[in-house]
């Protein structure tokens, strides 16, 4: 995926149709404006994220700047704390994932990532008991597709990546072609093939759709605590009287901050 321009920053094209899809959302909200700040080209490389690292001061091995997948937001308003949740309830539920764990005014509190496709497999990892390789993952196969990955092992990384695209799950993306994968790419029927063959199969395989669902709807319900509910993907929240109304129309995300 080759990255785009985006006012005077690069991003990659999903992150782009999101931070249209946000500006959006916060001129229907109608009190808000969306500040934009995000990564110029000059810093989606290695050598750009070495000499400026930006927000995260991570190592270009752990960022997300060099995959056009970090940007900067921000809504002025009188209140920070306010202004942070507003953010938060427009941002979250398009994708937007906060390097922040709270809605919290610090020096990071306006640094979001748009993981698009791999945020699946920071949920896998999770699932598994791996949180720890969650974001190393994330940031390899956002490389690896942006074509940004200077590091080791870019092939078997890659072939990781196309994996992690086309729904297969096969572990981390540490370039270690082990018996996940092995056996990720003999259920392709890739298997045999030698690395740089099966690396231009993958590359040439479509993601399939994924199957029809019915729509389901539940409640989440928790008296006399306060709740906050962000929501992506098919699925949706409405706030009631004492917590939120939930309508399921396919995968996303659901995430639900309780208390002070």
């Known amino acids: 995926m080759n990255l785009i321009a985006y006012r005077s920053s690069v991003v990659t094209q999903d992150t782009y149709e999101a931070m249209r899809r946000l500006e959006i959302a916060a001129k229907d909200e109608g009190s808000s404006v969306i500040q934009y700040e995000g990564v110029h080209r000059s810093s989606c490389s290695w050598r750009g994220v070495e000499d400026e690292p930006g927000p995260t001061e991570l190592p270009p091995p ?13 809504v002025e308003v009188d209140d920070p704390l306010r202004g942070l949740a507003l953010l938060w309830s427009l941002a979250v539920p398009l994708g937007f994932m906060p390097w922040d764990r709270y809605p919290l005014p610090s020096p990071t509190s306006h640094v979001f990532h748009y993981p698009g496709p791999w945020s699946s497999v920071g949920d896998f990892l999770h699932g598994e008991g791996r949180g720890h390789l969650s974001w190393p993952s994330m ?25 992690h695209r086309l729904g297969i799950h096969c572990g981390p993306v540490d370039g270690q072609i082990g018996t996940l994968t092995l056996s990720s790419l003999k259920a392709l029927g890739l298997g045999g093939m030698g690395l740089e063959e099966a690396l231009e199969a993958l590359t040439r395989m479509k993601v399939p759709k994924p199957p029809a669902m019915d729509r389901q709807r539940g409640h989440v319900v928790l008296n006399d605590v306060s709740m906050e509910a962000f929501s992506s993907g098919g699925v949706h929240t409405v706030r009631t009287r004492n917590g939120y109304s939930l309508t399921v129309d396919g995968p996303g995300r659901l995430v639900l901050m309780v208390g002070d």
């Open 62 to 74: 752990f960022s997300m700047r060099p995959a056009g997948r970090e940007v900067y937001l921000r």
């Open 139 to 163: 940031c390899v196969a956002a490389q690896c597709e942006a074509g940004t990955w200077e590091g080791d092992r870019l092939s078997e990384r890659s072939v990781q990546t196309h994996l």
